[in-house]
Structures are given as structure tokens and as C-alpha cells.
């Protein structure tokens, strides 16, 4: 784990590293925002973003401006790249498959699998990496996410229960299985089966294993430009079904960009560290 | 004035115009945080800023993180490009000189003159066009800036004090005649003629013109990287050599870039509101 970069940030520190992964068979990069209480040597919660198509490591510590309140409730904040990348790893027709869309799951089929081990390398390589290397109160991380990222989220905190204890999303895309960015993704990734694709769908995930977490944020803007993509209805009805207390605000006039998730990020900062921390 | 983008933040909107420019000859983009107040009719205050070489209109509304409280305080953020561009353009050897380090000043030397007039860009034509088009309120405008923008900000102020009621930059280029970005901006768009450089340089426009404004605000990092080009301590000294009221914050640790600059953005935005509210 190398540290590339390092800059004072509100009286924490935001870092970018890289590392040689294992599951992604090559070098990676993920930021993460060291809080003041963090640097005087204080355990944190942490808080896992992961981002949606086309973004890296970066695109969240610039554009989500969440480095204010997370330095005040003494937050640390990881964001992993969203693929794996790299002149030898596989690339897709367009943005939406391949390097900066890997959909945070771990591929099955060629050409995809040998380096797209998202899921992998998140909970098995990067949760354990900083959890040992940096200041996180082990037992108080949670997951969020945006669109690609919002699905990875909602995934992964139902794949994993037992490593995040607390779930919110900006704008995800709920039911993969039922749109065009999921149909494309999941037939490369992971073939046509499916039964498999139902283990990689939010909505799915909760109808099969139910409620899990206390509570589920999601924000969602009324003029997303791709609201067709993302079904919140579904994950609605789904949790009305299993009994998970779902907040899903609608907000009048947001689309989908970071203009957006600026505008909300404080109350997810604010929603995590409420969970992370009863 | 052709409105290119609009996104909804903080209630309100951030836009992104073009225009085609009689100074500069030809288009050029600014952006334009409208708060929800002036979207409802109601007159705000504004604060022009100034970005620093390479930067663009885009630059501040991403990294700076000043929606928020601009939102809030109910502010009028206007941000220009850096420089003329395009391909009929003079372009620099290097990044700073020439399209995207236009200096904020009047080029007379070719083959600068044509296209880099900044000065009378911002003050002559930007200017009286938002005011006319925006819901800005005409006696309760600010400006402010980052390093080449600060310089900018520093010398506009003190040129037309009519104009601009605020002032406060950060790390900005204090006294460009003495700095080796300054003295190759100047000796290409000005020439040789040092009284001519005197015109446009912060601590000999002080000097020269005496105690302007009733307080300038000036944020600076000590570990910025670009310290040497700065040259702070000159302004302090022209400052208290002409009574002029100068709060010069240095901040160990911090550097030259926009984390630096998201972690004081809300001190800047309160300072011009109580200075444009007065």
C-alpha cells in the first residue's frame, strides 16, 4: 500500500493509495479521508463510497464535498476505483462495460473474469487492508454509494451484513436485472443465468433474505436523466414486502450528478453516523 | 448570453453560460450559482472569483464546495474563464503563459493584444451583463480569487474600487513583478516597461493608491508549493505601510490546491456577506 498523494483537507488529511490486488490481478487506487480525531490517533467510523460508471478514486473526494462534515463528526471516508484498469485488463464497446464499470461483483465469464473480482477485492482485500492500516473502529463501517455505485452498496450490505453496519445510496440502480445498464452488465459479467444474476440485484437480494439493517436511506432526484435505469418503486415494494424500513426522498428538480449528491451529502454523512455509532 | 447547462444545488441553480465577447473576440464561458432567494426574485448580493492558471469556469464550482452556504447566505457566485481560448488563439509554451493564464489585465504586446483582455473583459462587459440578466444586487458585489486569480482579484479591486465593495483571495500572487510567473506573463502581454508592470501588481497598486477597502481577507497555506511565487509578506508590508487593514491567515500544513481552499471557503463567503451587507 503506497501512499501517491497527501493533502491537508479541513484538519484531516485526504489521501490517495495504490496497491498490487490480488483479486484484481494488478495495481489499484482508492482515497481515503483521515478525519483530525483519526490523525491524533483516535479509532473512527468509516464509511465505504463506491462510485458509479465512468468515476475513480477521485471523483468523489472532488465532487461529493463531503470532507467538511466528516472532519467535524470525525468520519473516515474510503472510495475504491470502480474497476479494475489497466492496458492488459479488458475493455468494453462503451462507458458502461469494462474499465470504470466494473459493477462491484466478481465476473464468471471471459473476457471479463480475470480481472474483474470487484466484490472480491473490496470485502476480502481493501476492508481488512484498512482496516489495518488506518485508525477504523472495526465494528462501526458503513457502505454508500451512486447509481453503479448505489447498486454496489445495496449488494454488498446485503451480501455482507456482518462487515457493514449501516446502508444509504444516492440514485442506484436497484433492479439491474430489469434495465439496460444491468442487462449489458450482468449478460458479459456473469452469462446469461439468471438465478446467478438474482445474488447481484438489490431488489431481488431483499426479497430472498429479507429485512437486515434498521433502516435504508436512498435519494433520488425527480429530473434524473436516467430514472428509467434505476426502479426505486421496485426496491420500495420490495421492502414494504419484507418489512425494511426504507427513507426514499424524492427531491423536485435534482438529476443525477454530483450537483445532486452535494446537495444531500451531509444529511447520508449525518444518517451513517447515527447508525455507526448506536 | 446562451445558457449551456443548469443543475439543480442547494435549491438552487448552477449554470454554466457562453457568450460571444466584444474584448475577447470571440466565445468564452462563465458559471453562475443562483441561490433558492434570487430564484424566488429577490436582489443578492455577488461575489465574482477568479481561478488560477490551467483552471477553467468550471474549476470552482466543482473543488471550491461554495454552494452550500452560498445557498444559505443567499450569494451570487460568478465564475469566468481564465483566458481567451480557442484555435484562432495565441497559445504560451507552457501552461503558464498564454490560454488558460490570462493574468486578469490588458495584453498590449502581440501576439497577446488581440484576444488576452481579461481586464476589460471581466469589468466592462461581464460585469454590466449579470448584473442586467441575474438578480444581483448592483451595490453588493465582491471579489475574490486563487493565485493568479487572487493576484486578479487583489489588482480589479484596487482599479475599480467602484465596482467591488469586498476583497479576499487565497495564496494569491502578492507582487507579480517579482516572481518568475508574474515577470513572464508580464514581459509577454505588457513588454519591458516596469512602470507599465507597477499598473498591474497587488503590492504596488497598494502602495501607490493607498487604503481602499475597509479589510482584505488573505488565506495561505504554508506548505504551499508555489510559496516562493507568492510573496505574502510584501503585501503585509505594503498593507501596514499604507493603513490598510489586512487579516493574512497562514495555515500550517495546507498547500496550494483546492483542498486547501474547500477548508476555508466558508470563512471568504462570510466575510463578503458581511462586508456586502453593511
Not at 489521501?15 to 482515497?31: E, M, N
Request: aromatic letters at 12%; glycine letters at 8%; charged letters at 15%.
Amino acid at each position: 500500500m503506497e501512499l501517491l498523494s497527501k493533502n491537508i483537507c479541513f484538519d484531516g488529511e485526504q489521501r490517495i493509495y495504490q496497491l498490487q490486488s490480488t483479486h484484481l490481478k494488478g495495481l489499484t487506487k482508492f482515497s481515503a479521508y483521515i478525519p483530525p480525531q483519526a490523525l491524533k490517533g483516535q479509532k473512527c467510523p468509516a464509511l465505504f463510497y463506491l462510485a458509479g460508471l465512468t468515476c475513480t478514486e477521485e471523483t468523489f473526494i472532488i465532487k461529493a464535498h463531503a470532507q467538511r462534515l466528516a472532519s467535524q463528526l470525525g468520519l473516515i471516508l474510503i472510495a475504491p476505483d470502480t474497476s479494475p484498469r489497466g492496458e492488459n485488463v479488458a475493455q468494453g464497446d462503451s462507458w458502461d462495460l469494462g474499465q470504470g464499470a466494473g459493477f462491484y461483483l466478481n465476473a464468471t465469464q471471459a473476457p471479463w473474469a480475470e480481472h474483474f473480482q470487484m466484490e472480491s477485492f473490496i470485502t476480502n482485500e481493501l476492508y481488512p487492508l484498512v482496516i489495518k492500516a488506518l485508525a477504523i473502529q472495526s465494528d462501526a463501517i458503513g457502505i454508500f454509494g451512486h447509481s453503479m455505485g448505489g447498486h454496489g452498496a445495496l449488494t454488498l450490505a446485503w451480501k455482507y451484513p456482518n462487515l457493514f453496519k449501516s446502508v444509504s445510496a444516492f440514485a442506484p440502480i436497484c433492479a439491474p436485472s430489469d434495465c439496460p445498464w444491468g442487462e449489458k452488465a450482468f449478460s458479459n459479467y456473469l452469462g446469461n443465468d439468471q438465478p446467478e444474476w438474482a445474488q447481484h440485484d438489490a431488489t431481488q437480494l431483499l426479497l430472498s433474505k429479507g429485512q437486515l439493517f434498521d433502516e435504508v436511506l436512498i435519494d433520488q432526484g425527480i429530473q434524473d436523466q436516467f430514472y428509467s435505469q434505476l426502479h426505486p418503486e421496485k426496491y420500495q415494494q420490495a421492502c414494504d414486502q419484507v418489512g425494511q424500513k426504507l427513507t426514499l426522498r424524492f427531491h423536485e428538480g435534482y438529476d443525477h450528478g454530483y450537483y445532486f449528491i452535494q446537495s444531500f451529502i451531509d444529511d447520508h454523512l449525518q444518517f451513517h453516523a447515527l447508525q455507526l455509532t448506536k
